[in-house]
């Protein structure tokens, strides 16, 4: 059945699962506001995302008006293809097939800046505090099964946010290591681009580049060949060697290299966006290597060795709350929804 009530669907479909989520449109932005109903669903159980809409509004279920879905891949005249998953969405077939008045489909990591404002402390770990200008951009770099970017330009009292697709720029190595890891890759594909050699799909290319140069150990051999996916294998045993469980320096070895290539290309993102308000390593993987983002290494590598440098004083957090990404879905749907109601340009939306 069709609701009259002002409930607004946030969605974030990301290359191994999908988040929904049901809000009272009026309550996104309100911290701490809680869902009507909120559910995760593993892709590889689905053939499509109309699938995962069905189970989750259920046969005969409540239908909200609107919805806002953050997409992990870019968005084009509201059609997207996903970047790392056989699923194509189509707002228009969308509003069709299920009754919504209005369908908003954005890129992930739009949907990710535009929760950063929504968060608090507590959402936030700090590598590097800096000290930002009073209106400074900010941006976005999320290391999960791929390698997700986007930047907020400042926009009168508020933020406009842009989507990027600079995961897939050309990986440029910083040092002598970085330059065999890329010849390395050339002799598997014809263009490594930084997604390449920084995200969760890396770490198993990663891993055999480093096993060239370091001795893995049975156990770990044999882990690696029975998994399905090696990498929370790899950084497993890599967290568990730094915490003095069980030696396995390989392992820390492969997680050292991806975060000291992340530390670079979040520089790369800072210089390009000028975003020297912030850059937030959100996505699936920061929280996990949080660990290896040893600050003094990392901004080593950030601030190119330049201590007067304005990357010095960029702020650099790790985003822990790993529902950013719904969140700001939910807000930009509730701010295009107020868009439409009154027709004011001036809210922002996806460039």
Wanted: proline content about 7%; hydrophobic content about 40%.
């Amino acid at each position: 059945m069709t609701s009259t009530q002002p409930l607004l669907l946030a969605g974030d479909i990301g290359a191994t699962k999908t988040t929904l989520a049901l809000y009272s449109s009026a309550a996104v932005a309100q911290p701490g506001k809680q869902p009507h109903s909120e559910e995760t669903f593993q892709n590889r159980n689905f053939t499509c995302f109309d699938d995962v809409l069905a189970v989750f509004l259920g046969p005969g279920g409540l239908i909200p008006p609107y919805a806002c879905i953050g997409i992990a891949g870019p968005v084009l005249n509201d059609k997207a293809t996903m970047t790392n998953l056989s699923w194509q969405l189509d707002a228009r077939a969308l509003e069709k097939r299920h009754g919504f008045i209005r369908v908003h489909l954005i890129n992930d990591l739009v949907a990710t800046a535009v929760g950063i404002p929504l968060l608090g402390s507590r959402d936030l770990s700090s590598i590097n505090t800096g000290k930002p200008p009073d209106a400074g951009a900010l941006a976005v770099l999320a290391p999960g099964t791929g390698l997700g970017q986007a930047f907020l330009i400042p926009h009168g009292n508020d933020y406009l946010p842009c989507p990027s697709e600079g995961g897939h720029a050309t990986f440029a190595p910083r040092n002598d290591d970085q330059l065999d890891l890329l010849d390395f890759m050339r002799q598997r594909q014809r263009h490594v681009s930084v997604e390449q050699v920084c995200s969760g799909l890396a770490v198993p290319d990663l891993f055999a580049f480093m096993s060239t140069r370091h001795t893995v150990p049975e156990w770990l051999n044999h882990e690696v060949e029975q998994a399905e996916d090696p990498t929370p294998i790899i950084i497993e045993a890599a967290r568990r060697a730094v915490e003095g469980k069980r030696v396995c320096g390989v392992a820390v070895h492969t997680v050292q290299l991806l975060c000291d290539i992340l530390a670079d290309e979040a520089a790369n993102l800072v210089l390009k966006t000028m975003a020297l308000g912030g850059i937030y390593l959100g996505g699936g993987l920061a929280p996990r290597l949080q660990p290896f983002l040893q600050p003094e290494r990392f901004m080593r590598i950030f601030s190119r060795d330049y201590s007067s440098s304005m990357l010095t004083h960029t702020p650099v957090y790790i985003i822990k709350n790993r529902q950013t990404a719904l969140l700001g879905a939910g807000e930009y749907g509730r701010r295009a929804l107020i868009r439409v109601q009154t027709g004011d340009p001036t809210i922002p939306s996806q460039t």
